[in-house]
């Protein structure tokens, strides 16, 4: 399996298991995507991480659905941020 492709399945898996997990609004979910991917993870640093939470509290929208997206980009570019925004939101689709 190429690497593109693993990384955008690894970023499809976390955010499916954090989508059938995750309870509460926006607010809860910035607290479990900064326990996954700043402290258990380490895709992101502190300051990253701040940033990017903080850019997406300005811009219209729920602001976890933005942040899944941009770490799902940076780790595996658009597919991955793709990856990202169908695993979180699927389960609580269905």
């Known amino acids: 399996m190429s690497g593109r492709l693993f990384s955008i399945l690894e970023v499809l898996g976390v955010f499916l298991r954090l989508g059938m997990t995750s309870f509460g609004g926006p607010i809860a979910h910035l607290g479990y995507f900064h326990a ?48 990202a925004w169908i695993g979180f939101t699927m389960p609580s689709a269905l």
Do not use: H, N
């Open 36 to 83: 996954e991917f700043v402290t258990r993870r380490k895709w992101l640093d502190e300051a990253a991480y701040s940033d990017i939470v903080a850019l997406c509290q300005f811009l219209p929208g729920p602001a976890s659905s933005q942040v899944g997206i941009i770490i799902g980009m940076l780790r595996a570019g658009l597919a991955g941020g793709l990856a």
